[in-house]
């Protein structure tokens, strides 16, 4: 029999702490959204209300087999007004899971979760939300079998180079015209004097990376000129990557890259790592140094490092950028995934999401047979 414990905001996160640690290291495949110090960052900066955030800890015989933080929050669906409980979500959480030990079945921890839902939360609920989830999850494979009002959704895809060869092994991959482009790239950066690739894991080297990194980012069009979306101008994300450093750089898993020439870096990486994968979670670049393709540049010089270092084996951008698509890059599937409960709301939300997804794709082919360019309409010519 599994029991569940309920814990809330910070202080809830900090008393679980060691249990999150244990499971964390228990868990079949290890990704940098299951770190304790990941969550600790964003609690502590980019939740404006952490104290809705609840811990959901499952155990058998007194010992974590699961570990799922969930957010209660009122959503507008189908233009209702729909009560949930989902995997807290912002734009710089970019992937997202549940922490769930190989020994017990996924079934049978959601099961337990539904029962804690209703025993020991406050308020009714429809549906249980869980975004950005990779296929490799032990939730998402649940999902993609249950039968029992579950509904999954392709969010995008998680794009992944190979590094465990040869570099030329990569290249062999791309195509002529990127192959020549990054040949020309190549050639314009070695005509520059004084090119150095850095690469920081410890302090406090991560700090003076991670200053170059907000300039070079608020810099182009990111920033206050531009979409002002740039980390510099948010205090907010600015704590949150800052927390990373503090909370996973001791174990060196945050690494800055860099390119530079003379005194100007004109390329920066922000990732963190774990057993095996090196995730980009952010890259910036200058944009009047364009002509050399700085970006690419860099991550040739990162991926050579992985290589010749054995440091990581894949490289992973955490996403699918269209410009990474040269780099002929493995993908895997990220979903949305949702549970719906057993009330008249929850059913309802649950028939009107099938019936979306199967009238998808004959509206898609309703909406590009209308797209098509007219035909040529014959006229009667006097």
Not at 5 to 20: H, I, P, T
Not at 40 to 55: G, H, Q, R, W
Not at 152 to 165: E, I, N, Q, V
Not at 264 to 273: E, L, P, R
Request: positive net charge; proline residues 4%.
């Amino acid at each position: 029999m599994l029991h569940v414990d309920v814990y809330r905001g910070l202080a809830g996160l900090a008393a679980v702490s060691e249990d999150w640690r244990q499971l964390q290291e228990n868990l079949r495949r290890k990704r940098f959204f299951h770190y304790y110090g990941w969550w600790k960052s964003y609690l502590a900066s980019l939740d404006a209300e952490p104290d809705t955030v609840s811990v959901f800890v499952v155990r058998r015989a007194g010992q974590p087999v699961a570990i799922i933080p969930l957010k209660r929050c009122v959503r507008r669906w189908f233009g209702l007004n729909v009560a949930q409980w989902m995997l807290p979500e912002h734009l710089h959480l970019p992937l997202n899971d549940v922490l769930c030990d190989s020994s017990v079945g996924v079934a049978e921890i959601v099961a337990s979760l539904k029962r804690a839902l209703r025993e020991k939360a406050t308020g009714s609920w429809n549906v249980l939300s869980f975004t950005g989830v990779l296929e490799e999850s032990p939730l998402a494979e649940f999902a993609m079998s249950a039968r029992n009002r579950v509904v999954t959704g392709l969010l995008k895809t998680c794009d992944t180079l190979d590094c465990r060869g040869a570099y030329e092994d990569i290249v062999a991959k791309f195509s002529r015209n990127f192959r020549s482009n990054m040949n020309k790239a190549r050639n314009k950066l070695a005509r520059e004097k004084d090119v150095e690739f850095r690469s920081v894991t410890d302090q406090p080297e991560l700090a003076g990376g991670f200053a170059e990194f907000l300039d070079i980012e608020a810099s182009g069009w990111k920033g206050i000129n531009g979409a002002g979306t740039a980390i510099k101008l948010h205090p907010e994300l600015t704590r949150f990557y800052e927390s990373l450093i503090g909370e996973l750089g001791p174990s060196g898993a945050v690494m800055i890259n860099s390119l530079r020439v003379g005194d100007n870096t004109i390329a920066s990486q922000f990732c963190v790592k774990d057993d095996d994968t090196l995730y980009v979670l952010k890259l910036a670049y200058d944009e009047d140094w364009s002509r050399v393709a700085p970006g690419n540049m860099l991550l040739e010089r990162v991926i050579e490092k992985g290589i010749r270092d054995r440091s990581f084996q894949y490289v992973n951008l955490v996403g699918d950028p269209p410009w990474f698509r040269d780099w002929r890059p493995e993908s895997q599937n990220v979903y949305n995934i949702w549970l719906f409960n057993g009330t008249p709301a929850g059913l309802a939300l649950f028939g009107a999401m099938k019936a979306r997804q199967w009238l998808k794709p004959y509206y898609r082919k309703y909406l590009k047979r209308n797209q098509d360019p007219a035909k040529p309409r014959v006229t009667d010519v006097e």
